[in-house]
């Protein structure tokens, strides 16, 4: 997912170039390369005039309604973020399939995105489908956990906790949710 412990491009945010124009930064990077810049740099404006000059095919064009998704929410404009996370799943599904890992990717930023806002049910609800389709999917396991030390259900995060463990057991994020339960 689009996350510091696991960026979707592999590559670390010092690799990603700095300054220049939104135009300069898309001709360097894949889409991949340009969420990087969106969780490092938080460069929301430029990463929507960037994405709005892309004319990617699909699936990459999902991938960029996604990334718009980010940036709207990192601007606050909430009512114009959901609907992208939405079309990137469609997209990705329809594109990819259920299973793909960009699939998984859209469907889990649409989970945080509802989570963010304190619509657990919903996150949830989008955290177990991608579950279901990938059982070992980290990063689902890591904000299911999350929610459920936010509505204060302790067994149930340790539950997802443990299946994280299995994954990666010297994982930060696995570290520092298990010092949040107090264990």
Known sequence: GLHPANTSSGRAATATPRGGSPTSLLAACDAGCLGDILVYGRRFDDTVQACREARPSPPHAWQI??????????????????????????????????????????????????SRQGRYEEAEREFRLALEKQPDFFVSLINLARIYIDAGMENSAAKELDEAAKLDPKHEMVKNLRKQLGG
């Open 65 to 114: 309604q996604n990334l718009l998704g980010i940036a709207r929410f990192g601007q606050g404009r909430l009512d114009e973020a959901e609907p992208l996370y939405l079309a990137a799943v469609e997209g990705h599904k329809r594109v990819l399939g259920d299973d793909h890992w960009r699939t998984l990717e859209s469907t889990n930023n649409l989970a945080n995105f509802y």
